[in-house]
């Protein structure tokens, strides 16, 4: 697993192989994508990222909502005022272009755009020249094929995901991500998978970068949106779920609601889904990936390979 990875030299080698980085309009070999020690984004956390998937299909890679994706991307960008040197249609280019160019069947696609060297004021304005990146790497299950198969082990972190006005949690900016890191840590020592973050009246927030989701009494409750992330996956399988007959409740609810549950889950483009066994060492259910959950896992996988024609408007293909 990831944590496990330690560089061999300081600013050395990368664990993550990605070929050819798009870094600034041009496709560069990894090795000479790099910045500046002074970096803004480096110090403050001024940077705005997206993570995307393409999947082999029987008519070659396709990447999975890419409009929706740089969509949020640009999102992110206005709310940290950056000033985007590309615009949209560009940044998509740029992602197929890094799939095509390193010959992936498929990948997990990464474009961040940050702020450069240009001041370490803390506030960058009033010229905010963003800098982008896109690039890709080979990536499987996030959180082990295990977690897939069998459920992840989930704890509630001691770390509270942060009120919406204190970070911009809909979007998806680096610092954020500092609140992330330290549940993932927490979870990981622990000997979890996962991290529970809730909000700070104590109501279910999220993972640490996945949509939570449980069946009840073969109803789908998802965690509505105060402070957690607008997940393109949760809007997927919410589509899904409902095209497939389920009855679909958007809530607020509480840990123990999640250890009474039948079944529950979690998602997003690199988790994709995945089912929780364990939450605080009680077993959700059966304490084994639900049937609601393998069918909702199983129809999605089935879509984001482009193995049902209803959903071909999701795919770009590569
Ligand atoms: C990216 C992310 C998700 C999942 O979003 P998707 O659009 O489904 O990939 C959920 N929570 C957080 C905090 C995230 O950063």
């Given at each position: ?112 755009a940050w702020m450069g ?126 095209d497939l007959g389920y ?72």
């Amino acid at each position: 697993m990831s944590t496990e990875a330690r560089p061999k030299s300081i600013g050395g080698d990368s664990k993550i192989k990605a070929g050819l980085i798009w870094f600034n309009g041009r496709l560069v070999p990894q090795e000479e994508a790099k910045v500046s020690v002074l970096t803004h984004a480096l110090h403050y956390g001024t940077s705005i990222f997206e993570g995307l998937r393409a999947y082999e299909t029987p008519k070659g890679p396709a990447v999975f909502r890419l409009q929706e994706h740089t969509e949020r991307f640009f999102h992110s960008a206005r709310v940290m005022r950056f000033e985007m040197p590309f615009g949209p249609e560009a940044i998509n280019q740029a992602i197929l272009e890094v799939v095509r160019a390193n010959g992936y069947r498929s990948c997990y696609i990464r474009p961040l755009a940050w702020m450069g060297a240009h001041t370490l004021g803390v506030n960058p304005l009033p010229n905010n020249p963003a800098e982008v990146m896109v690039a890709a790497w080979e990536w499987g299950t996030y959180l082990g094929d295990e977690a897939v198969r069998k459920g992840a082990r989930l704890i509630t972190s001691s770390w509270a995901r942060f009120p919406a006005n204190v970070m911009p949690g809909k979007a998806k900016v680096g610092g954020n991500y500092v609140n992330s890191a330290l549940a993932r840590m927490e979870a990981h020592q622990a000997g979890a998978d996962e991290a529970l973050l809730l909000d700070k009246e104590g109501f279910i927030a999220e993972g640490s970068g996945e949509n939570i989701f449980f069946f009840r009494g073969g109803v789908l409750y998802a965690i509505e949106h105060s402070v957690n992330l607008m997940g393109i996956t949760r809007d997927t399988v919410i589509t899904l779920a409902r095209d497939l007959g389920y009855e679909v409740r958007e809530v607020r609810a509480t840990r123990d609601q999640l250890y009474m549950a039948d079944e529950a889950f979690m998602v997003g483009t690199a988790a994709e889904v995945t089912p929780i066994s364990y939450l605080d060492h009680r077993p959700i259910g059966t304490g084994e990936a639900g049937p609601h959950t393998l069918r909702l896992r199983a129809a999605y996988m089935e879509v984001v390979q482009g193995k049902n024609p209803r959903y071909e408007g999701w795919l770009t293909y590569v």
